[in-house]
C-alpha cells in the first residue's frame, strides 16, 4: 500500500513538472514580449492540419491578424520553437544576403533507411551543396530546349484528347485532364516511360504518382513526429515514404538506368543528364572542388523529387489559370489573340523560340501563381542564433525554423491592390520596376529557389498555348465559385476539381 502511494505521488510529481515545463516552453515567445499565439501541445499553431483546415489557409489568418506588429511572430511549428516572418527586409535577409546562415529547410530525410527522401529538396549542408551543384547544369535553358520536342509531342495529344473529351461533354473536369498531361510529361523527361496517362486515368504510373503526393507513413501524427524530433526518428530508423511506393519507383529507376546503359538508349531528357551525373569520372563544382558521381540511391532520390515537385505542382497551375481565364473572358481572349498572333508570325511552327514571345500569356501565370502558389510558404531553418540587424529585439535562435507565408504576402493589398482580383497587369513590366521581387516568391529566392522552375513553366506554358490555341473556356452551373481547396494535401489544390465549359475556337 505503501509503495503504491510512494509510485501515485512520484508519477503525480513528474506530471506536474512536465506540465510546467511545457507551459514555460510555450510562454517562450510571450516573455519575450513578442507576439503570437498560444499553441495546441502537439500541433503548435496549425490546428486542423492535413484534417479540416489548409496550411494555407491558417497561415493567412495568422498574417493578417499580425502583420504590422514587427520583422517575425512567435510561431509553433508543431511542438518546434519557429518564427513566422512578416516583413519583406527580413525575407530577403533569410532567403539572400544571409543565405549561409539559413541555408537548409530542417526537414526529416533519411537516405539510408529511406533512399527516396535523399533529394535535393530536403538535404542539408554539404550534401545538398553538392547535390545543387552537380544538377543545376541538367536545367539550364539548353537543356530545356533539347526537352521540349519531347513535350510538344505529348502535348498534341493533350488536345487530342481533350477534344475527344469535350465532343463526350462539353462540361470538363479540367484539374483531372491537367494532370494526366503533366503525369505523362513527368513519366517521359523523368523515366523514359510512355506512360500513357493521357489514354488511360488510371494508368499504374499516374496512380502511383498520386498517392506519392498525398500518402505519407503514419500520416499527420507521423509528420509531427518526424518534424519535431528528425534525430531520434532516424535513430529509430523511421521512413515517410509508403513501402510500396518506394519498391515501385526505386524498380522504376533500375529499369530504366539498366536498359538505357545496356542498350545505349539517349532521349536527351533528365533520366540522361542523371545517367551522365552517375557515370562521369570527374566533376567539379564551380569552386572547383571535386564532387564524387551519384549512385544510384541518389539517382532515384532525384527522378523521385522531379516527378513530386513537378506533376501537381505544374497541372494544378494550369488548372487555376484556365479557372481564372474562364472568369475573366476579355483576359482569355487576350491571352488567345497573343498565342494566335506569335504562332501566325512563325508560320504555325510551334518553337521552343516562341515561348519567349508569349509576354502576356506569361504574366497570365505569374498571376496564377501569385494567387495560387501551390507551395504557399517557404520554410528554413537557422544555423546558429541570428539577431535581426534592423531590430535586435527580435532573435531567431539556432534550430528554429524560419517560415515565410509568401502565400499571404501575394494577397496583401499593401503590395497589390484589390488582391484578390485575377489582374495579369501587376505583372507588367511597370509593375515589376515598381515593386521589390521579394514580393512574389511561388519558386523562392536566392540559392535555394526551385531549380526547376524553367522546366515546370516551360510544361505549363506549352500546355495553355496548345489549349488556348484550340479552346475556349467558360463558367458553367458546375463551376465551382469561389474554389474551394482541400485541407488534405500541404499544396494548394482545389478540392473538388475545376469544372468548365469548354466549346472549339
Not at 33 to 60: C, K, R, V
Request: aromatic share 12%; net charge positive; hydrophobic share 40%.
Amino acid at each position: 500500500m505503501m509503495f503504491t502511494a510512494v509510485l501515485l505521488v512520484t508519477l503525480v510529481a513528474i506530471l506536474g513538472y512536465l506540465r510546467r515545463k511545457m507551459r514555460q516552453y510555450h510562454s517562450y515567445w510571450k516573455r519575450l514580449g513578442i507576439p503570437g499565439e498560444d499553441p495546441h501541445w502537439l500541433m503548435g499553431n496549425l490546428p486542423g492540419f492535413l484534417t479540416t483546415t489548409t496550411i494555407a489557409d491558417s497561415f493567412q489568418r495568422f498574417y493578417e491578424k499580425f502583420k504590422d506588429t514587427g520583422p517575425f511572430v512567435g510561431f509553433y511549428l508543431f511542438t518546434k520553437l519557429s518564427v513566422f516572418v512578416l516583413e519583406p527586409d527580413l525575407i530577403k535577409l533569410v532567403l539572400i544576403k544571409d543565405f549561409s546562415k539559413f541555408s537548409d529547410r530542417g526537414m526529416f530525410h533519411n537516405p539510408e533507411d529511406d533512399p527516396l527522401s535523399g533529394n535535393l529538396f530536403k538535404l542539408e549542408g554539404n550534401r545538398w551543396r553538392n547535390m545543387r551543384n552537380k544538377l543545376s547544369p541538367t536545367f539550364t535553358s539548353g537543356k530545356m530546349k533539347n526537352m521540349f520536342p519531347l513535350i510538344h509531342d505529348i502535348g498534341k495529344e493533350f488536345v487530342r484528347v481533350f477534344r475527344q473529351t469535350m465532343q463526350h461533354n462539353e462540361i470538363v473536369e479540367v484539374s483531372d485532364l491537367m494532370g494526366r498531361f503533366t503525369s505523362d510529361v513527368i513519366g517521359t523527361c523523368a523515366f523514359g516511360l510512355d506512360t500513357n496517362s493521357l489514354k488511360d486515368p488510371q494508368s499504374h504510373f499516374r496512380v502511383k504518382g498520386k498517392r506519392s503526393l498525398n500518402e505519407l507513413r503514419y500520416g499527420p501524427l507521423g509528420i509531427a513526429f518526424r518534424m519535431n524530433f528528425p534525430h531520434l526518428a532516424r535513430r529509430l530508423h523511421m521512413k515517410e515514404t509508403v513501402a510500396d511506393l518506394e519498391e515501385y519507383f526505386l524498380g522504376l529507376v533500375r529499369d530504366t538506368l539498366n536498359y538505357r546503359e545496356q542498350n545505349n538508349v539517349r532521349r536527351n531528357d533528365f533520366m540522361d543528364m542523371l545517367i551522365d551525373l552517375k557515370n562521369n569520372k570527374l566533376m567539379k563544382s564551380d569552386s572547383g572542388e571535386e564532387l564524387t558521381n551519384l549512385t544510384f540511391g541518389e539517382i532515384a532520390a532525384q527522378a523521385f523529387v522531379f516527378l513530386v515537385a513537378g506533376f501537381e505542382t505544374s497541372s494544378t497551375t494550369m488548372a487555376f489559370a484556365l479557372y481564372e481565364l474562364a472568369q475573366n473572358t476579355q483576359i482569355q481572349d487576350q491571352a488567345r489573340e497573343e498565342v494566335l498572333r506569335v504562332l501566325e508570325k512563325h508560320n504555325q511552327e510551334f518553337s521552343y523560340e516562341c515561348m519567349k514571345e508569349m509576354v502576356y500569356l506569361e504574366q497570365v501565370i505569374n498571376e496564377t501563381l501569385r494567387l495560387y502558389p501551390v507551395v504557399p510558404f517557404i520554410l528554413r531553418q537557422a544555423s546558429e542564433d541570428y539577431e535581426v540587424p534592423y531590430n535586435r529585439k527580435f532573435v531567431i535562435k539556432k534550430g528554429m525554423s524560419v517560415i515565410i507565408p509568401h502565400a499571404a504576402i501575394q494577397r496583401d493589398e499593401k503590395y497589390y491592390p484589390q488582391p484578390n482580383r485575377f489582374n495579369p497587369e501587376n505583372f507588367s513590366p511597370k509593375k515589376l520596376a515598381e515593386r521589390d521581387s521579394i514580393l512574389y516568391l511561388p519558386f523562392g529566392d536566392g540559392p535555394r529557389n526551385c531549380i526547376g522552375m524553367r522546366f515546370g513553366k516551360m510544361q505549363v506554358v506549352i500546355g495553355l498555348i496548345l489549349l488556348l490555341k484550340n479552346f475556349k473556356f467558360s463558367v458553367c452551373p458546375q463551376t465551382e465559385i469561389p474554389v474551394k481547396c482541400t485541407p488534405k494535401n500541404v499544396l494548394i489544390s482545389p478540392a473538388n476539381g475545376i469544372k468548365l465549359r469548354v466549346t472549339q475556337v
